[in-house]
T-cell receptor
């Protein structure tokens, strides 16, 4: 079955710096790769997603890249702000089965 | 729209008890799933359903049962609760398996 590895488990950055979180997946049939943000005590919420026919996608300060050959994808957050502090999860899905990584706790210091 | 509604929000059980976690969505989504979230382990898929009458196992199905008699509801049953099932449980739904998942607020379950 699918296995998703996520690194790093914790990441601390200064406000205004960039943050990068990386994930690898095992099943080459996976074709949908969402990223979720979870604040303490809250539900996970989708922040961006990418499909296997696209190499990169941007939404304001957030971007995701996908390398199908290497089976890895990354989340890039530029100009980080304190409100970006949260746990971020990557996930990979072939139809019907969405498997999550173990999460990255991002702390942005003012 | 209420979105995805989970009940109860908190529950404490004794080992060996059974209970059902409720999940309902009002978005006419075909796809629903249950996850458990434990510290350091992310969200692990328990069971999922691609439509009424169809369910399948996820990564960690043992000790849990599901059914999907209607599009709206996807209850999760713990047959005989064990301390290892202490966790936060999230229900999610989407129009299709490869579409953004909408999560409920979660149920925090403690098994003593």
């Amino acid at each position: 079955g699918e296995n998703v590895e996520q690194h790093p488990s914790t990441l601390s950055v200064q406000e205004g710096d960039s943050a990068v979180i990386k994930c690898t997946y095992s099943d080459s049939a996976s074709n949908y790769f969402p990223w979720y943000k979870q604040e303490l005590g809250k539900r996970p919420q989708l922040i961006i997603d990418i499909r296997s026919n696209v190499g990169e996608k941007k939404d304001q300060r957030i971007a995701v890249t996908l390398n199908k050959t290497a089976k890895h994808f990354s989340l890039h957050i530029t100009e980080t702000q304190p409100e970006d502090s949260a746990v971020y999860f990557c996930a990979a899905s072939k139809p019907d089965k969405l498997i999550f990584g173990t999460g990255t706790r991002l702390q942005v210091f003012p | 729209n209420a979105g995805v509604t989970q009940t109860p929000k908190f529950q404490v059980l004794k080992t060996g008890q059974s209970m059902t976690l409720q999940c309902a969505q009002d978005m006419n989504h075909e796809y629903m799933s249950w996850y458990r979230q434990d510290p350091g382990m992310g969200l692990r898929l328990i069971h999922y359903s691609v439509g009424a009458g169809i369910t399948d196992q996820g990564e960690v199905p043992n000790g849990y049962n599901v059914s999907r008699s209607t599009t709206e509801d996807f209850p999760l049953r713990l047959l005989s609760a064990a301390p290892s099932q202490t966790s936060v449980y999230f229900c999610a739904s989407s129009s299709h398996g490869n579409q953004p998942q909408h999560f409920g607020d979660g149920t925090r379950l403690s098994i003593l």
